[in-house]
């Protein structure tokens, strides 16, 4: 953690504060400024804002006394950039990232149902003068860029060598080779054919699939109108941060997640995030039915804009709520970055080794139907492995022969005739047209 310099008086017994700290420029390339709290002895206990923000640990030292009174007041300046919910994780003795994540799953969930003076609390905002340039510093750097994270593109040609990483194309491929070497040309060719053709029509799609993330970043808007200051100013939409005062007109794309607290005549095109074409009433006082209230449950909330969808009509003011990967197309590109993490345990026991590890890195989750594509295959191949096993173990048993060939011995005789048992087993269409059906 880096070092903080400040000159600050403490808080006296009666409760009443001199001055208010003023950080030092330091050599690192942030500082953030250190709180004190009192206890009964009179002594402090300092800590950082970056440990209440990210709450791994209150780091704590007590100049005079270990005993701290938890009924002690906190100094009247933190309210300049802590919210409500990190007032109250800050007076728990014992905060962790758990209970400070659970916190901010139930505000992210609830901020169209919370009035906007409580939000514009909560954010430490000014709905009329918006935030100042110290404020947009410090949420930068916590909250980060207001854009979608992006990952490495996988190569066309690695996408084409996952699709033989695949149970049932090794079995095709395995039965292809078998038909080779038993001189069943058309039938071998046959199935390198439809393998092939195959991958080829699953890279295609993977690969159109890769560009969904580009798509959406693309839909973003590259300029703002915010409020700093008091005053209307341009900026980059990257460098939005929650509390931040947006104006939208017409014809703009909404660039964050926005809680609307003024409104004429708005109109907002959500298609990217409800496949709706028509064009969604919006107001910033619309009401709210809480869940269970016998309503039916709306897919976006009348008083809020969200990221990458379009105003179409009207004008409106909002506070910033959530930006970057963190609002609803955010999450939409969460699940398109998803990898094969959280793919089921039979699949993980295929891939546990070093050529599978580093496959999955590059291999998209699968879906039920993928999974359930495997899990045939897995079963077929101990089927039809079976099936030919005993086949060879009964012709060896019984001695039997080739009538077209009489000289060749037993055991090459069973071994081609259980190869073509396995083979016929192996369903060479499966893949081709769970692909086209999935393409169409």
């Not at 209970?99 to 609390?121: G, M, P, V, Y």
Request: proline share 6%; hydrophobic share 40%; charged share 20%.
């Amino acid at each position: 953690m880096a070092s903080y310099e400040s000159e600050a008086s403490l808080p006296s017994r009666s409760g009443h504060y001199t001055n208010l700290e003023t950080p030092r420029a330091s050599s690192r390339s942030f500082e953030l400024p250190t709180h004190h709290v009192v206890d009964v002895s009179g002594g402090a206990r300092s800590f950082s804002t970056a440990d209440l923000y990210h709450a791994d640990a209150v780091m704590a030292t007590n100049t005079n006394s270990t005993n701290v009174d938890p009924n002690a007041p906190l100094p009247d300046h933190r309210s300049r950039f802590l919210s409500d919910g990190e007032l109250l994780l800050a007076a728990n003795p014992v905060p962790t990232r758990e209970s400070f994540a659970t916190l901010n799953e139930k505000d992210e969930k609830t901020w169209h149902q919370r009035s906007t003076e409580l939000i514009s609390k909560m954010l430490n905002t000014n709905l009329e003068r918006g935030l100042n340039v110290m404020d947009v510093e410090r949420r930068v750097l916590r909250y980060g860029p207001n854009a979608l994270e992006e990952e490495a593109k996988t190569p066309v040609i690695v996408i084409f060598l996952l699709q033989f990483y695949n149970l049932i194309i090794a079995m095709l491929l395995f039965a292809a080779l078998a038909s080779l070497a038993l001189q069943e040309w058309v039938e071998g060719i046959a199935i390198l054919a439809i393998v092939t053709l195959n991958s080829a029509v699953a890279t295609f799609q993977e690969y159109s699939a890769s560009n969904a993330l580009a798509a959406l970043a693309s839909l973003s808007s590259p300029q703002s109108l915010v409020i700093r200051d008091g005053m209307q100013q341009v900026v980059d939409s990257k460098q939005l941060v929650p509390g931040d005062i947006v104006i939208l007109v017409t014809g703009d794309v909404v660039p964050a997640d926005i809680r609307l607290f003024t409104s004429v005549d708005l109109k907002c095109n959500e298609m990217l995030l409800t496949g709706e074409s028509e064009d969604v009433p919006k107001k910033y006082n619309a009401p709210i039915h809480p869940s269970g209230a016998g309503k039916p449950a709306k897919l976006t909330a009348s008083n809020m804009v969200f990221s990458s969808t379009t105003i179409t009509a009207g004008n409106a003011r909002g506070i910033v709520v959530e930006t970057g990967m963190n609002t609803r197309v955010g999450s939409i590109a969460a699940l398109l970055q998803a990898k094969s993490g959280s793919d089921t345990k039979e699949e993980k026991k295929w891939i546990s080794n070093p050529i599978g590890d580093c496959i999955a890195k590059h291999r998209p989750k699968l879906t039920p139907l993928q999974r359930a594509l495997h899990h045939t295959g897995y079963i077929m191949g101990v089927i039809a492995l079976g099936v030919a096993l005993l086949v060879f173990i009964v012709g060896m048993i019984r001695g039997t022969e080739d009538p077209r060939h009489p000289s060749r011995p037993t055991y090459l005789t069973m071994i081609m005739t259980a190869v073509s048992v396995a083979v016929s087993a192996v369903p060479e269409g499966l893949p081709m047209v769970v692909t086209i059906c999935l393409s169409s």
